[in-house]
């Protein structure tokens, strides 16, 4: 399990984000988007949150081209 980064993402935190990964957010964007990139966050802490025990993982990718005609 791995602890999460940080426990709160700020709007001055949303710039950087985002051009990182090449959005272009306007300005008056910003304060809508922190909290629902927070929010987000928060959901995957608990997922990992969740005990899976001695489970496996799954492995059911297919890679052959099927014709679905």
Do not use: Q
């Not at 949303?14 to 304060?31: E, N, T």
Request: glycine share 2%; charged share 30%; hydrophobic share 45%.
């Amino acid at each position: 399990m791995i602890d999460s980064v940080s426990k709160e993402v700020k709007s001055g935190d949303i710039p950087v984000l985002a051009k990182a990964a090449r959005l272009d957010l306007a300005p008056d964007r910003l304060d809508i988007v922190a909290p629902a990139l927070d929010s987000v966050l928060h959901l995957f802490d608990a997922l990992d949150a969740v005990d899976l025990g001695e489970t496996p993982p799954t492995n059911s990718f297919d890679p052959r081209w099927r014709d679905r005609s």
